[in-house]
């Protein structure tokens, strides 16, 4: 199994981004794809989280209005559509594979973080 996450980079204030994680080693149907963020100096935040077996998909509170998160099943790639940027959203952004819930304990394997760098 692995995760290659990519997409990463720098935009200002109001603007997008979308990230793409790139899974092999197993079908969408079978895990669910999350994204987390880690900010300097603070704990690992679940972003979002899709799942393809029931159709689902989820948002933290945070970014619930400006991220969307979709799945493309032949390309076994889950993206991350991020607009509405705010400084905050400044962080390494990860994808995993698991079960979709808030806690990193839900996901059983990580790919390797991209920067996500807002400016104002």
């Known amino acids: 199994v692995q995760l290659q996450a990519s997409g990463g980079g720098t935009a200002q204030a109001g603007g997008s981004l979308r990230l793409s994680c790139a899974a092999s080693?197993?079908?969408?149907?079978?895990?669910?794809i999350g994204w987390f963020r880690q900010a300097p100096g603070k704990e690992r935040e679940w972003v979002s989280c899709?799942?393809?077996?029931?159709?689902?998909?989820f948002y933290a509170d945070s970014v619930k209005g400006r991220f969307t998160i979709s799945g493309d099943n032949a390309k076994n790639t889950v993206y991350l559509e991020m607009n509405s940027l705010k400084a905050e959203d400044t962080a390494v952004y990860y994808c995993?594979?698991?079960?979709?819930?808030?806690?990193?304990?839900?996901?059983?394997?990580w790919g390797q973080g991209t920067l996500v760098t807002v400016s104002s």
């Open positions: 995993a594979a698991g079960h979709c819930g808030w806690s990193t304990k839900a996901y059983d394997y």
């Open positions: 080693g197993f079908t969408l149907d079978y895990y669910a």
């Open positions: 899709f799942s393809s077996s029931v159709g689902s998909t």
